[in-house]
């Protein structure tokens, strides 16, 4: 199993890194444009790679697509950050050009590639790469809904005083501070609705806080973060490369599901081998569906920014 990550920064290492360290896979190639920059990445990892027990081969690559040749997996990190006060979809000026790019030669080297875009705007980089692309829907995925949920189980843990183990929920919806749409209602603590423990103050604090989370850290750090971002990206690398047939949300393109057409969104897919297996549609009261499509009014407003 190789895999290829596009960006060898802050998000693209840390992916590298979880991969590595979760053991499954043969190869991970590093290719960014800053000349020495990937390489260097790649020889300090796999310097960890005797101190955390994992076998497989990290190598890096300034700007060499021959590098990525036959990757089952690649994952598009390139691009800029935000920056604190700055919204994701501000980058699309740059993104757009640099993801076009970075999709059109990934796959001239692994035609039977299976794309993940987390470069931001996601879910309008994710549209791009359909654009630009021939590759079948099931193969092109975007990275958002995965991070975003893990980012709403923090603070529901946080909330309930609970140990995140028990607790579970999803965000799906655009993946941005208006966009996402957290489902609070179905939200649980080992099955037991989350409504049972909190009151509905506390609920909507916890899901003001989730929709923010990227921003809060972005204010923290001066950029934007990595570890969590890092292992979503693995965990959808993992789903795909071990077959584990798993369901996260992501941005896929949708076809009448959710009453959406023509627009990646994120919505819960099920991830295999072949990529997506299956879009799973959930039952949505009229309050959730409403937020989705509003959403999706968003999605399309930042995709019409696009000049393809
Ligand atoms: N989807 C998500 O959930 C999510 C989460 C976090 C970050 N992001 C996005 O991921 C992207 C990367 O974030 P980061 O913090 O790793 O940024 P970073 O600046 O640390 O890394 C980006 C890397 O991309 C490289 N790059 C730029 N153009 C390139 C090209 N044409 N080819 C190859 N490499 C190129 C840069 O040299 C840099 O090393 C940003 O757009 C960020 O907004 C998305």
Redesign the pocket.
Same mark, same amino acid.
């Given at each position: 199993m190789k895999v290829t990550i596009?960006? !060898? =920064? !802050?998000? =693209?290492a840390s992916c590298a890194e979880y991969i590595a360290i979760k053991d499954f896979a043969s190869e991970v190639v590093l @290719?960014?444009?800053?000349e020495g920059?990937a390489e260097g990445k790649a020889m300090d990892l796999m310097q960890t790679a005797s101190l955390n027990g994992f076998d497989t081969k990290i190598s890096g690559t300034t700007?060499d697509y021959s590098k990525t040749a036959n990757s089952d997996i690649a994952v598009i990190?390139? =691009?800029?950050?935000?920056k604190p006060g700055m919204t994701?979809e501000e980058?699309i000026g740059i %993104?757009a050009g640099?993801v076009k790019?970075?999709a059109t030669n990934l796959i001239k080297h692994s035609p039977d590639v299976i794309l993940i875009v987390?470069? %931001?705007p /996601?879910d309008t980089m994710t549209y791009l790469v359909h654009q630009v692309t021939d590759l079948p829907k099931e193969r092109i995925i975007? /990275? =958002?809904g995965a @991070?975003d949920s893990a980012r709403f189980k923090y603070r529901l843990a946080e909330a309930l005083g609970a140990p995140i183990s028990d607790v579970d929920g999803m965000v799906i919806g655009g993946?941005s501070d208006t966009g996402m749409v957290p489902l609070a209602r179905h939200a649980t603590r080992n099955s037991v609705k989350v409504s049972e423990f909190l009151s509905a103050d506390r609920l909507s604090q916890v899901v003001e806080d989730t929709k923010v989370g990227?921003a809060t850290l972005t204010k923290l750090l001066g950029?934007? !973060?990595?570890y969590a971002?890092g292992a !979503?990206v693995s965990a959808l690398v993992q789903a795909i490369a071990c077959d584990l047939k798993k369901m996260f949300p992501c941005s896929v393109l949708l076809d009448g599901e959710y009453d959406l057409n023509d627009i990646c969104i994120g919505v819960p897919v099920i991830l295999g081998r072949n990529g997506i297996v299956k879009i799973v549609e959930i039952d949505l009261d009229k309050a959730e569906k409403a937020k989705m499509q509003e959403s999706a009014e968003g999605v399309r407003k930042t995709n019409g920014l696009l000049q393809v």
């Open positions: 596009v960006g !060898a =920064g !802050a998000v =693209g @290719l960014d444009i800053k920059y700007g990190t390139s =691009g800029i950050p935000r994701r980058l %993104n640099i790019d970075v987390v470069s %931001n /996601m975007g /990275m =958002g @991070l993946h990227g950029t934007s !973060a990595w971002p !979503a």
